[in-house]
């Protein structure tokens, strides 16, 4: 565990970002297990879709973001994005270094994914071209359960439709039929969402499933884990008074407003996070 500079961070921020509306999914999941925190929002909404970019370019845009979210005086900074949290958590750890805590979507997925033991298990694995590209999930697991077998298939229509608020509706139901009836997914017994946008059409997936899979949104356990390295770093804010989201945006988009809204309520305004200009 890292070791932070300032003991006196209780009462600080925590920072969450994404590409766009999906680690929205994840800060509302946050919100739901530490009430007691504030948290600072930041969507790359002028990068997206980030799965597509290289490792590069999701390199500079995600130490560019720590920074920006340090100077907001965060105690934790969340990755809540797959494709940035696969390519770019070396990099963004080594900016932070001592000053925050650093946590990503995959870890607690992985820890999640290395108990299950049985044999019969299929587990597919869907995310960007970026997360399912850099092979991230076979190679942490190809450590830790040998025998896990994996499923893991690119699905790049799925964040770019889910920004463009095409859920709930026959488009997307098309479109995510078209993914999941790909060879590489059939006899699946489990399936990780691991694009943080995803969580957004989990009800579609499960009706294409009929129920008969078991679909793991990481929200829940990555907020779980935020939790738990926050009090092994004497880090959980004891009171929720006076608490005031920030809810930062590269580019405004009307999707990003009524997402944040549907998740944090009406009295959401977005910001503009002037990182690039
Ligand atoms: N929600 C993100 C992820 O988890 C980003 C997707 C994208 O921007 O392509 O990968």
């Keep these: 565990m890292q070791v932070l500079l300032f003991f006196e961070m209780k009462n600080n ?6 590409s766009g509306i999906g680690g929205l999914t994840v800060a509302h999941a946050i919100q739901e297990k530490l009430p007691n925190e504030q948290l600072i929002y930041f969507g790359d909404t002028a990068h997206l879709p980030y799965g597509d970019k290289e490792p590069y370019s999701i390199k500079h845009y995600s130490t560019e973001i720590a920074k920006f979210l340090l100077e907001k005086k965060v105690k934790l900074i969340v990755i809540a994005c797959h494709t940035a949290s696969s390519v ?4 963004v750890s080594k900016v932070v270094g001592n000053r925050a805590l650093v946590l990503n979507v995959v870890d607690p997925v992985i820890a999640a994914l290395q108990k ?15 997360t399912i590209g850099s092979n991230i999930y076979p190679h942490k697991l190809s450590k830790l359960n040998k025998s896990l077998k994996l499923a893991c298939l690119e699905t790049p229509l ?3 439709m889910i920004e463009e608020g095409f859920i709930n509706d026959q488009i997307s139901q098309t479109v995510i039929n078209t993914y999941l009836s790909e060879k ?3 006899n699946i ?3 990780v969402l691991a694009c943080t946008h995803y969580p957004l059409i989990k009800a579609q997936i499960t009706h294409y499933y009929k129920g008969n899979i078991n679909i793991i949104d ?3 356990v990555v907020a779980e884990t935020a939790k738990n390295l926050l009090k092994e770093a004497n880090l959980l804010r004891k009171e929720s008074s006076g608490l005031d989201h920030h809810f930062y945006v590269s580019d405004y988009t009307q999707s990003f407003e009524q997402s944040t809204r549907y998740f944090f309520g009406e009295k959401v305004t977005l910001e503009k996070g002037n990182i690039w200009s």
């Design 13 to 18: 921020p925590i920072g969450i970002f994404d």
């Design 88 to 91: 770019a958590f070396k990099e």
């Design 116 to 130: 299950l033991r049985d044999p019969e298990h299929l587990v597919g694995i869907i995310g960007t071209k970026g």
């Design 158 to 160: 799925l964040c770019p």
């Design 184 to 186: 590489v997914l059939k």
């Design 189 to 191: 017994t489990h399936m």
């Design 218 to 220: 990481p929200s829940e």
